[in-house]
């Protein structure tokens, strides 16, 4: 009996189906220490307990893209071992915060599946919940994959493409409970910007640099119990680099993004995302953010601002595509997502 | 009058001295977050209260490598600073699980010494016990280290050499009290392979690999305050290269080894362990394990697996050595060790 | 309205005004772990609750360059992100511990100015000081910065020099509350020597080296949430290369400093520092020490001693300055201190 686990292929997942992905996991003020030594994060809300208390939480929870990172990590083995490459995001939500003590697990359901017409692949969506100890969901998004067939002659499954819109509107997004900005210290948090200073359109430079090393985003991808081997294992890619993880480049980009939008706190929503080229080890990571949306919500002084975070390694800022319409090479994130700031 | 270090020569050992050593430790949960970030550990037991609580315990220990870590590396500034070669380990026992929030020290009695025949080098055993703020016994091992003279001149002493069986016998092992595993999940550990699953003689090819960075061997290993100069200073070693601590690799190999053996949960015995060729940074780490025993415990559900893990840079899994005896000269480990896993 | 921070210059500051630091932080254990991962530390007192409880502390706090590197980085947006030279340290005076969860903030006040002669630059002088929850100074020091002014035809301020003694008194330090030597365990501790063991002028080689890594210092210093770009970005400085933030070498020196210092427990002044050289990914740290002065003080068995500690990365030990006055090449780092030891 084969003990080690080779992944799933195309043919091994079925609509409908929830798969409960493995090794729970307890996260603590540990865990924060090093994110804010693995990434440049500042964002005062997740730094300050005394802050945090200012605005209305009992303490400072674990950073949003932690949570987002930790659940992620438990579905590389069942969802992600064989794939060829990782399409999209849509619908994340951020449901409750994680506090320290709080154990996580992951379950996602498979909903949709569509063979691609070489017959060697097939993309397979997925919604993945994170859950705390008490079963309550604390993020939920969608994820599709293109995955390898085991066997290229197994049938094509019926094809199912979920319907998935663009963005959340704003109202979908989910305050955790008691936030409240009247009172939010400007100063302390490190910029005067307030939301009705943001104008839809407006594109922000972050002007920061950081040069990455294989030994940092290792230590990242395994701190999220993320297995994939191409992260790891010079020998897993033909040309022996190893790929850094896109959920590095995108906390990276979002810690770099303080210089400019320090008081965009707290990400709740994550309306989509491409991953436009790989990043690896002597790449520089820089950012620049464009104001897509802003709403009001109905916790006392908080707004919504939806930006896209583009992460590049090197190029002009602001340049995205090219004239036949695809990423520019030195693009590396394209990420469009919903965090709150006071009013 | 010198104050700093140089460590002990052969010379200053005697047999039936405890040597205390120094630096007592409080280890809390950001060593834990620390572990799971420089090595791919995801044993469930380790990584979720929930997980530990539903086995029986109060909430989840400290990985037992970290114990095994700290309580070594106070032994380096008295055993090991003057050592030519790390020769063995035997009888190591887990004898209570770590709390966050313990203190950890260690001593170690001078159980033989033996001079070599060139008269320049002698082989020192020690027996080291780790033991917490309450003066209680966590960890007990025999490690034997070849340490050079001070002056060769000096006479030899009468040669005491221990007794060291070649194993623990299962009955030998202390169980964590209150250890259950009779409502294990074997979903949330990761593989439904239990015990009786497994046969004495089978061999696991844990397939994943690690490329390790000089970086993350120093962090590692300064993490366990080890001061060996050889991991550190590029000029303490002819060739300008840092010698990585065979702990971490020890932590890397059973880390992989998750794959195939996740419900190996808590290592309980050290029977014996060869570092067989150094490991340097740019090495990609593999392991496989062999199957060398199984036993029943008192603990309900609670089986003992004693296990080959063997640690390579390269080469055919399961090749070990020579024609000539000796090891492969991409072996890097060679450990023989007991893990508790449900029945 | 530009969002991004792009620093003071030279003219933005006035004599008496008071910056008050962004990104209030607040240290758990968590932070322990990580100092014990990125330096060599080993002082008792800040590594095991049960050694800083026989010293009369309710428990070990965190080590003092964790507090001086929390209060500097805060600093660094505001006071030396257009920065040409650190030029100096004076007047450092450590208040008060700082205890797991306590949250820090920094205000610095400034206090002199002094255009060059060139009129492209100045000297900008603050007094920092850190805060915790309760508006307790932590940590209190002076520093000057030599800053580039924006618009060279901006009028020269006055000039105000502050008037700076070269060291503290041994009657200015303050000891933490409770702190009783009387009981100090020296096999614990690691060392022997007390106080009386050392001689005025007494100079010790600390023997070890460290060879360091891009992605340590990185880390190290993006976790004070030290965002200046030369640490971080290969393209901020002409040659490619990523200087390695001061206090790297300080903490790094420190630690080293143990072999021979071991009982130097508790930085409590800093008296001046220069970095004389700049250190780069590559270089092997060393450290010596020499011994100023001691004293006692009014705290049961605590003494003070106060060193001069030099980091090199070559070159003999005890060599500090050329024959033209200045610091030879292979110098990094010239720091005067008041430490606590057992009398």
């Known amino acids: 009996m084969a ?10 997942y079925t609509v ?47 950073d949003d893209l932690i949570a987002f990172h930790i659940v992620f990590g438990k579905t590389v083995p069942d969802v992600s071992l064989n794939a060829v490459a990782n399409l999209g995001y849509a619908q994340g939500r951020w449901l409750a915060p994680v506090w320290p003590g709080d154990t996580l697990r992951s379950q996602s359901e498979v909903i949709g599946l569509k063979q691609n017409s070489n017959g060697k692949t097939g993309v397979v969506y997925v919604r993945t919940t994170g859950l705390n100890q008490h079963d309550e969901p ?36 989910v305050i955790p409970k008691g936030l409240d900005f009247t009172n939010y210290d400007f100063t302390l948090a490190g910029e005067a910007h307030r939301l009705s200073d943001y104008e839809i359109g407006e594109q922000i430079d972050h ?13 990242a991808t395994r701190l999220w119990q993320n297995t994939a081997k191409v ?32 008081n965009a706190q707290m ?26 949306d802003k709403a009001e919500t109905d916790a006392p002084g908080v707004g919504a601002i939806r930006l896209r975070l583009v ?33």
Chains 1, 2, 3 share one sequence.
Not at 24 to 33: I, L
Not at 45 to 62: E, I, N, T
């Open 231 to 262: 992260h790891f294992d010079t020998a897993a890619r033909p040309d022996g680099t190893r790929l850094i993880y896109g959920g590095h480049v995108i906390s990276m980009a979002r810690a770099l993004s303080f210089n400019g939008l320090a």
């Open 267 to 292: 990400i709740v929503g994550l309306n989509g995302g491409a991953h436009a080229n790989p990043c690896l080890a002597g790449d520089t990571i820089r950012a620049w953010s464009e104001v897509i």
């Open 3 to 12: 003990k080690t686990n080779s992944g799933r292929f195309f043919e091994d």
């Open 311 to 343: 992460a590049t390694k090197g190029g002009d800022p602001f340049a995205l595509r090219g004239e036949d319409g695809k990423y520019l090479p030195d693009v590396l994130l394209d990420l469009d997502y919903w965090a709150l700031m006071p009013l």
């Open 138 to 173: 604390v993020l939920e998004y969608v994820r599709w994959v293109m995955v390898r067939k085991r066997d290229v002659d197994a049938p094509a499954p019926e094809t199912v493409v979920p319907d998935l819109p663009k963005a959340l509107s704003a109202d979908q997004l």
């Open 16 to 62: 409908g189906e929830t798969l409960h992905h493995a090794v729970p996991r307890t996260v603590k003020m540990g865990e924060r220490a090093l994110y804010h030594m693995l990434y440049p994060a500042r964002h005062a809300l997740y730094s300050s307990d005394q802050f945090a208390q200012s605005s209305g939480l009992p303490f400072s929870p674990l």
């Open 207 to 219: 002007v920061d640099g950081v040069t990455v090393e294989e030994a940092e985003h290792m230590m």
